[in-house]
């Protein structure tokens, strides 16, 4: 079945320690997009792709990192300049083909810095 | 920048009675799509419904339908014969129309309703 699928689902990290949060898509959707959701904050951009070997900056980009050398994958980097990165991470990807303009979402991935 | 305002953190509502999520938005945008997306305790994103700006005519899907007024900027929806699996994060969010290869498109959602069915 295709999907996204973001692994690790929960992930503890140190104070100090950088950490990769997985993110890959078989749907062949050319957009992806990485949120942030915090407790009555709704979701927030952090960063998007449009195509491969290009990303642009959402609202919360401070502290983080990305990378889409291949279409299907895109990976988010949490890094110790994060002030409080403890929160759930949500990727999601867009078919801009196909006319839908449906965002789907992967089952998210639970930080929490200790 | 668009915004987008849900002014009712929770609701409660019995079931198989009919509720009303409400959703503001505001923008200077003509051409532009309007979601609803539902996340249950398992945090999974599901999308209820949507809207295209330059429909007239309001979407609706099985149980759930929207009121969209675009002069007022308010996209609403409408649950009706309450279930309790609706029990869930209800968000309203926005995207503009895609515009071109650099500048892309990107939802901007609002904070949230937390709706719990009652048995």
């Known amino acids: 079945d295709g999907g996204i699928t973001q692994s690790p689902k929960y992930l503890f990290r140190k104070e100090g320690q950088n950490v990769t949060l997985s993110c890959e898509q078989n749907?062949?959707?050319?957009?992806m997009y990485w949120y942030r959701q915090d407790p009555g904050q709704g979701l927030r951009l952090i960063y998007y792709?449009?195509?491969?070997?290009?990303?642009q900056k959402g609202d919360i980009a401070e502290g983080y990192s990305v990378s889409r050398e291949k279409k299907e994958s895109f990976p988010l980097t949490v890094t110790s300049a994060q002030k409080n990165p403890t929160a759930f991470y949500l990727c999601?990807?867009?078919?801009?083909?196909?006319?839908?303009?449906?965002?789907?979402f992967g089952a998210g991935s639970r930080l929490t810095v200790l | 920048a668009q915004t987008v305002t849900q002014s009712q953190p929770e609701m409660s509502v019995q079931e198989a009675e009919t509720v009303t999520l409400s959703c503001t938005y505001d923008?200077?945008?003509?051409?532009?799509?309007l979601f609803w997306y539902k996340q249950p305790p398992s945090r999974q994103m599901i999308l209820v419904i949507r809207q295209e700006a330059y429909k007239q005519q309001n979407a609706t899907e099985n149980r759930f339908s929207v009121n969209f007024q675009k002069a007022a900027k308010s996209f609403s929806l409408k649950i009706s014969d309450s279930q309790l699996g609706d029990t869930a994060m209800y968000f309203c969010a926005f995207m503009k129309l895609r515009s071109g290869e650099t500048s892309g498109s990107r939802l901007t959602f609002g904070e949230g309703t937390q709706l719990t069915v009652n048995p």
């Open positions: 923008t200077s945008e003509n051409n532009y799509y």
């Open positions: 792709s449009q195509i491969v070997n290009d990303f």
């Open positions: 999601a990807s867009i078919d801009w083909l196909s006319g839908a303009n449906v965002l789907t």
């Open positions: 749907l062949n959707h050319d957009a």
